[in-house]
């Protein structure tokens, strides 16, 4: 089966400012994608270039293993991080509307458009005007007129901002029901946690490169274990291995060494006859990652 | 259907919808024709409280003057009955005078003893013509004419042929008279009339054009200030979209004006007695043709050129003086307006009709006014098609680029590079 999205060496300039440099990446079918960067990095540009709104200067970009062809989009489903509604629109009419911009016939767009909108929870507020609805309504609207249509790639530009903690669940769920069903899905946010928490790969790119890029869990290992976490009532005198350390309540924290073994932590502890109540040894976050690898680029 | 014609088609019906159904819309739509009838049951009433005043000043003596007495003292009309299968005796209204032949009514006509002589053609039941000479024309003699043959052939018969006749209006040929009795087919209503419809939809075009063209600009650019653009970007091509916009507008705004130009039609003449009948006026439908092309494709140009200042601004605010840019030149033909009454072929006339945003207006008034070779209505009409499709390729291209100037006041430097750089 062919990728949903292959981006390969897009680049943009505008003016004298090379806004993305040969930035490449794949997304498979029921993968989802976490599109991570600081402000002005380049991911909208890379986003509009893959929805063909604005075109590379060199590279290209594959739907669906072809061109971005105007069929081609109408598979896709996306909520830009710039988004609204027409505010003085009765809201079912505006969703009723993208879903027939997007291929669906009128029937089907108003079946879809009263099931999306039961499922995030705006089915009694349907015939209300876009511009009565709170902030977080119309983001939940927004996010389901991009899913009306059943897409096959969906992409989501800070989905959950402004959102409150609920509503941000029912989205999460929404996006893992996605793609049970088959979706391929970008997402793109400035948290890293939840970026850790919904996707598989990341790219992450700043001053419009790819830093990082590959499955989260193997960019964590290939870092190496730093981070060690203890839990007991004191620490002893000496540690083997331990470059800095940290005590965060009740809770010590140690960055080793490169090349440290973290059992060597365990054994002092142990040795110096302190109860260990809980023993931990982390991947770094990505977070840390994405500090790390942008303050590294930005030095450079 | 290609998903470009889909999508062009789905705009539109949105778009149109949201256009007609408004109360906006159809207040304004009917207004004109509910004014019109407004004054038209107003009007008998009026005059009847005038009439009233008349007679409770005294005017016994003149108010007891009947009907009949007042159409005898009336210069008579002429009347020559050649149509032997209707049966009509005129000799019972005062108000004409018989005659059994045209020379003789003809000789009247010419001696100032009647003004107008009409001739009732022996093919009338088939045809309704009826010859019209005058010295001087009254459209109440022609209202008295159709009257009476519309009674009498109704009186007559249920036939659906007959009855039909009776509803027509009769088809005049017209011919002044002169003192020394020459006879002249006459064309100045037809010039009247080219000139009120040539005027009328100038007039018409700019009126539509400030009303749905900034409607139009409103939309385009309301969707950058919701930031509904770049979802429609991925849903239809830009095109698609700008042309749906550009026809579902334009379809509204002709719908209500061809309301209100109905109502005019329709309503008016029933109290203004200084008009002519509809059945009356002798409409070119060539000129008519012709001038609905020049307004639809002025439509187009100018509605485009909304557009795409539209999607060049970043909010309505911004965008709604600039459309000064568009209807100034529109209506530029209006100053030059004594030069298209008396040189229809001046060079300036001929530059106007041939620059693309000038040129509806100045055709129209140059089609009001005389006659234009058909080479050169050709060339204008062809250069303004041309135009408006590039303008509206523009606008989408605009549309598109605009994404790249959220946030930043419009100037043409940043157009030009959202342009550049959109792709």
Redesign the interface.
């Known amino acids: 089966m062919a990728s949903a999205l292959t981006v390969d060496g897009v680049s943009?300039?505008?003016?004298r400012t090379t806004v993305v440099d040969g930035v490449s990446f794949t997304l498979e079918p029921q993968e989802i994608l976490g599109l991570v960067g600081p402000n002005g990095a380049g991911k909208t540009t890379t986003i509009?270039m893959a929805?063909?709104?604005?075109?590379?200067d060199a590279g290209s970009v594959a739907l669906f293993g072809s061109g971005p062809t105007?069929?081609a989009?109408?598979r896709?489903g996306?909520l830009?991080e710039?988004?609204?509604?027409?505010?003085k629109?009765v809201l079912t009419d505006v969703l009723r509307?993208?879903g027939?911009?997007?291929?669906l016939s009128a029937k089907d767009a108003q079946a879809r458009t009263d099931a999306m909108l039961q499922r995030v929870g705006l089915y009694e507020h349907r015939a209300k005007k876009v511009q009565a609805l709170s902030r977080g309504m119309n983001q939940l609207a927004?996010f389901a007129?991009?899913l009306l249509h059943l897409p096959d790639l969906v992409i989501l530009d800070e989905p959950f901002s402004g959102l409150d903690p609920i509503n941000v669940q029912v989205m999460k769920d929404i996006i893992h029901e996605q793609q049970q069903r088959g979706a391929a899905i970008i997402f793109s946010s400035h948290n890293m946690e939840d970026v850790e928490e919904m996707c598989e790969r990341v790219v992450l790119v700043s001053g419009g490169n790819v830093l990082l890029y590959g499955a989260l869990d193997e960019l964590k290992r290939a870092r190496g274990i730093q981070n060690i976490r203890v839990t007991a009532p004191q620490q002893p005198a000496a540690m083997p291995g331990v470059s800095d350390a940290t005590i965060e309540n009740g809770r010590f924290e140690y960055l080793l060494t490169e090349g440290s073994d973290p059992n060597a932590v365990l054994r002092a502890f142990l040795d110096s006859g302190i109860p260990v109540e809980r023993f931990e040894v982390a991947l770094p976050s990505l977070r840390d990652m994405f500090i790390e690898e942008v303050s590294r680029a930005r030095s450079a | 259907m290609p998903a470009a014609l889909d999508g062009t088609r789905i705009v539109f019906a949105h778009e149109f919808r949201k256009q007609i159904g408004g109360k906006g819309f159809l207040i304004a739509t009917l207004a004109i024709p509910v004014i019109l009838v407004l004054i038209w049951i107003a009007i008998p009433v009026i005059r009847g409280v005038l009439e009233d005043d008349v007679a409770d000043a005294g005017s016994a003596a003149s108010a007891a003057t009947t009907d009949a007495d007042q159409a005898a003292r009336r210069v008579p009309i002429g009347i020559v009955m050649q149509a032997r299968d209707i049966a009509v005796d005129f000799s019972r209204f005062p108000e004409f005078r018989v005659y059994s032949e045209t020379t003789a009514g003809l000789d009247d006509l010419t001696s100032g003893e009647i003004n107008e002589l009409f001739v009732i053609q022996p093919d009338y039941l088939a045809t309704g013509s009826v010859e019209y000479y005058f010295t001087e024309e009254a459209s109440e003699s022609r209202q008295r004419l159709r009257l009476i043959l519309r009674g009498a052939l109704l009186g007559e018969t249920q036939s659906p042929e007959l009855r039909q006749r009776a509803l027509a209006f009769p088809q005049l040929q017209r011919f002044t008279v002169a003192e020394d009795g020459e006879i002249a087919a006459d064309s100045g209503a037809a010039v009247a009339v080219s000139f009120i419809v040539g005027q009328g939809f100038a007039i018409a075009l700019i009126f539509t054009l400030i009303a749905y063209g900034t409607i139009l600009l409103q939309t385009v650019s309301e969707e950058k200030e919701n930031r509904m653009v770049e979802v429609l970007l991925t849903s239809a091509a830009p095109l698609a979209i700008m042309t749906g916009k550009v026809l579902a507008l334009g379809l509204a705004g002709l719908i209500q004006m061809s309301v209100w130009i109905a109502a005019v039609i329709l309503i008016v003449p029933r109290f203004a007695g200084v008009l002519p009948d509809i059945g009356d006026i002798p409409i070119d439908a060539g000129l008519l043709l012709l001038v609905l092309a020049f307004f639809l494709a002025g439509y187009a140009i100018a509605a485009a050129l909304m557009a795409g200042i539209g999607a060049a601004t970043t909010s309505v605010t911004e965008a709604g003086p600039l459309t000064a840019l568009v209807i100034i030149p529109l209506a530029a033909p209006f100053y030059a307006m004594p030069l298209f009454l008396t040189s229809t072929d001046h060079w300036l006339t001929r530059l106007l009709s041939l620059l693309p945003i000038t040129a509806a207006t100045s055709m129209m008034l140059r089609l009001a006014t005389g006659r234009v070779a058909p080479g050169e209505i050709a060339l204008s009409l062809g250069l303004m098609i041309v135009t408006a499709a590039l303008l509206l390729w523009l606008a989408s291209r605009i549309f598109r680029a605009g994404l790249l100037l959220y946030g930043q006041r419009m100037s043409l430097r940043a157009a030009w590079t959202a342009l550049r750089y959109g792709g």
Do not use: M, N, W
Request: without cysteine; positive net charge; proline residues 6%.
């Open positions: 943009k300039t505008f003016g509009r929805l063909d709104i604005i075109h590379p105007r069929r989009l109408q896709v996306y830009p710039e988004r609204g509604l027409y505010q629109a509307y993208l027939r911009l997007k291929g927004q007129s991009a």
